[in-house]
């Protein structure tokens, strides 16, 4: 039980790391993560992965640090890859930064994640695992329960909208180009909030579109 708590604040500290980071880019709130709730699962995801694999290098800094480089890139790499195959966009692309693989991830954005391990390990980590301690069992079934209802809810009418996204993207059988970006999300824009909300947490999606057999 405690693991799943784990996963729900490190998603949530997850998004408010993303929430900070585009505030500061942009200057104005952005709703950041593919969810519609408060909260980004990659990162609860990387947290608990590391948890799983890299409790034993807490002694080595150094290798905990390119460890944790490895876990978070490895599944920024595979959420990037499925959900390009799942809806044919391109949520995030980081080709035109130095040492990318295939632009799902690069040395930029794989140092800060190297960073936050460390920072994970050291003093957060121990610092919530320490709270949530104090939470009685019952509190903390209830609580957990909670929360994995609205997760596994936002979960199931997110992807509702995106696969109508999917059918709204096939709708132009064509190459993929500027002019048929900006076309999709003219039309998104025009839809509900909900809608909207998704081209304003990633502004530089890409539709991969598919020529017509």
Not at 64 to 69: G, N
Not at 97 to 107: E, H, S, V, W
């Amino acid at each position: 039980m405690d693991y799943v708590l784990y996963f729900m604040i490190y998603s949530f500290i997850g998004w408010c790391l993303e929430v900070v980071v585009a505030l500061w880019k942009n200057k104005h709130f952005i709703n950041r993560g593919f969810l519609i709730g408060p909260y980004c699962p990659i990162y609860g995801f990387s947290c608990m992965f590391m948890l799983l694999f890299l409790d034993k290098y807490q002694q080595d800094p150094i290798t905990l640090f390119i460890m944790a480089m490895v876990i978070c890139g490895m599944l920024e790499y595979m959420t990037s890859y499925l959900m390009e195959k799942l809806f044919n966009a391109r949520w995030w692309d980081y080709s035109t930064k130095k040492f990318n693989i295939n632009g799902r991830i690069c040395l930029e954005t794989l140092i800060p994640f190297g960073i936050l391990g460390c920072l994970f390990f050291y003093i957060i980590h121990p610092f919530v695992s320490n709270v949530v301690s104090l939470i009685p069992d019952q509190i903390e079934l209830i609580l957990t329960t909670i929360l994995l209802t609205i997760f596994v809810i936002d979960n199931c009418v997110t992807f509702k909208i995106m696969f109508n996204l999917k059918k709204e993207f096939n709708r132009c059988r064509k190459d993929y180009t500027e002019k048929i970006n900006r076309k999709v999300k003219a039309i998104l824009e025009k839809r509900s909030g909900w809608y909207r909300r998704v081209f304003h947490a990633f502004p530089n999606v890409r539709i991969m579109l598919k020529k017509k057999k």
